[in-house]
């Protein structure tokens, strides 16, 4: 099992709004810090990314991706500093005469492709689902910005994402399916293309590069509801309990039972909000004898109830589609 892979896997994007936009100079556009994850990707011409000061923005050029943490509002224009229209005030303008159902996955605003003032761009709004998602956003930075070099399969989905968008065809089926699939796999090779050169990549990340600790994550990560105990992920490690212990929590900052306990409690979470299993059996899948071992295990964690955290976190759920465009 790759340990990146099954965390990306429990947060894949479903329902991702993404448009394409053809916008002549002057244009600018201003996106809700709501928004979990914005990607933006320029096709042709050239366009700006800025948080709250102009004078540190970034520009955005063809073959590169910039990805936008939620947080702040974040600006994007035809230069620094461009006035910003919100968003239901640049589609109108922009895109006139068409409706935010027709524009919702699949819009072209304003603009000929042809004219050479124009900037052809690509925004996405991503939702993953969960905390697992959720942890991998907060090891990104604010914003990020990915070069695609020629063969690059990264230049490859934005220039399928660019064909999907430009040629809509209303009702096709599995239209939707393809976008949501397609930004799947951009985020992957972004989060892919960060990790490996950052040095603040999370530390489960660092660790799997240690084949001794990644043995013990992978098996952990495919059997959360196994028993573990620290001598049994020692020995599939190859390591004596106490040097696995201690290169564990060197490597990780917690140990090995911190860490599977953590992993357990983001998998129970997320089954919680789903609503999809029972107490009883989300007990039994990450890793606890009875529902009361696991009410009391998760209770200890959170410090109430896992059904009293289930109907709080129904009650104060968010629209899963943040109106980016």
Do not use: K
């Amino acid at each position: 099992m790759d340990i990146l892979h099954d965390r990306l896997a429990r947060a894949r994007a479903s329902g991702a709004v993404f448009a394409r936009t053809v916008a002549e100079p002057p244009w600018g556009l201003r996106l809700a810090g709501s928004i979990q994850l914005a990607v933006h990707t320029v096709v042709r011409g050239r366009g700006w990314l800025w948080l709250d000061d102009p004078g540190d923005a970034v520009e955005l050029v063809p073959g590169e991706v910039t990805l936008v943490r939620g947080g702040p509002d974040h600006h994007i224009g035809h230069a620094p500093g461009a006035d910003c229209l919100e968003p239901e005030e640049f589609r109108n303008r922009h895109a006139p005469g068409r409706s935010s159902e027709e524009s919702r996955n699949r819009q072209v605003p304003g603009g000929s492709s042809e004219d050479p003032r124009a900037t052809v761009f690509l925004c996405g709004a991503y939702r993953f689902s969960g905390d697992i998602g959720a942890g991998l956003l907060e090891a990104l930075p604010q914003v990020l910005t990915l070069s695609a070099a020629v063969g690059d399969p990264l230049r490859d989905v934005i220039g399928l994402l660019s064909h999907e968008l430009a040629t809509p065809a209303p009702g096709e089926p599995g239209g939707p399916t393809v976008l949501d699939r397609l930004l799947d796999v951009l985020l992957v090779l972004a989060i892919r293309n960060d990790f490996r050169r950052s040095p603040n990549a999370p530390r489960w990340y660092r660790a799997c590069a240690d084949p001794r600790l990644n043995a013990a994550l992978q098996a952990v990560h495919e059997n959360a509801g196994h028993p573990w105990t620290v001598p049994e992920l020692a020995a599939i490690s190859g390591l004596s309990r106490a040097a696995f212990a201690r290169t564990f929590r060197e490597a990780l900052g917690q140990t090995p039972m911190q860490y599977l306990t953590d992993w357990r409690m983001a998998l129970a979470r997320d089954h919680l909000r789903t609503g999809e299993l029972t107490l009883t059996a989300i007990a039994h899948a990450v890793g606890y004898t009875s529902p009361y071992a696991f009410a009391a295990a998760f209770t200890r964690n959170h410090g109430e109830p896992p059904g009293s955290w289930r109907q709080r976190e129904s009650h104060s759920a968010n629209d899963p589609y943040p109106h980016a465009h």
